[in-house]
């Protein structure tokens, strides 16, 4: 699974980063993380609001820099 | 219900006029940041309902006003430099044309519903209309006239993608969290600024100086390395004015200095070729002098 922190240039970006790292640490599996810097790809993706958070390029959320929990509440559904 | 912070901090030691200028500056910040979260709010949890997605698509549905719907929700939409690129890329993607999208993203740092009460309570009515209908009708010009000019971005038509917003009230408070952080500090410098300038500068500089003619392209000169937005330029601009500035030269000033950031057009960069971009660059620092200019005929500002 990979997941994809969509976005660039912003501190909200930045600390969805984080609170993703956060939540992989209590998650098993074989799990990445992808920084998309590149703002077309992410507006291909169907992101319009910064940050996005995307898995295997799929657009599942934007707009919110969210908390760990969710993030981790985001991942559980995926699988 | 107003505390007597002068005598207060002159008690702590402060002296006259620097504890007048530290009680300005915590009245008109403590003022002007209860508004922006407050209204902050209130539009975040509007904005849930009016998200990115649905704007593009009625602007792509409805082209006989999008002209003016465009500028519309461009002032429900807070200026964050981050969702400029993404912005502008969604709405091509969903099938509105470049001028209506221009005008949507010129709009948003000038005009903000939020920003709106703040001039009243800084400005009052007549300068608030003044600046709120200059500024609309700059960012349609400017979008009309890219898009006149037959300036195009060939991009891909692609499907949008809904944000689901389970909690509405969580996304509202998390939205204005985020925009009060971001804003604060610059809020905190302008009302600094515009506190020591109330209370150290002699009303004969701007006399002297403010000469309308050279003024206002000086207004728009200085305005353009400025990194910062509406809410942190209003205090510093109602403090030149009681010293004196002229009101076309202010609004000018405003004008220019939230719209015209050089951070958004490097961004911009990325996705306009170098002629769009000094093009609409040109168009907006035009539009905003000649504005200035017929603002400096109105008599009895």
Known sequence: MKIQILGRGCPECQKLEENTEKALEDLSGDIEIEKVYDLQEASKMGMMSAPGLAIDGELKKQGSVLKPGEIREVIEDER | MILPLPAVLQSLGLSEPVAGIIAFWIYDSVKILTLMAGLFFLLNYVRTYLTPQRISRSLERHRVFQYPLASFFG??????????????LGFLRAGVSIGPTLTFLLTSPIVNLVAIPILLTAFGWKITLLYTATGLSISMIAGFSLEKLGFEKDIDRGDTVEQDIENRWNKAYRDTYDQMKRFTPYVLAGTALGAVIQGYLPTTFLKKYANTFWAIPLA??????VYTNIFAVIPVVASLMAKGLPVSVALTFMMAAAGLSLPEFVMLKEVMDNRMLATLIGVVTAAITLTGYMIATIPGL
């Open chain 2, 75 to 88: 002032t429900l939409s807070p200026f964050c430099s981050c969702s400029t690129i993404p912005l502008f």
């Open chain 2, 220 to 225: 728009v000169l200085l305005a353009v390395p």
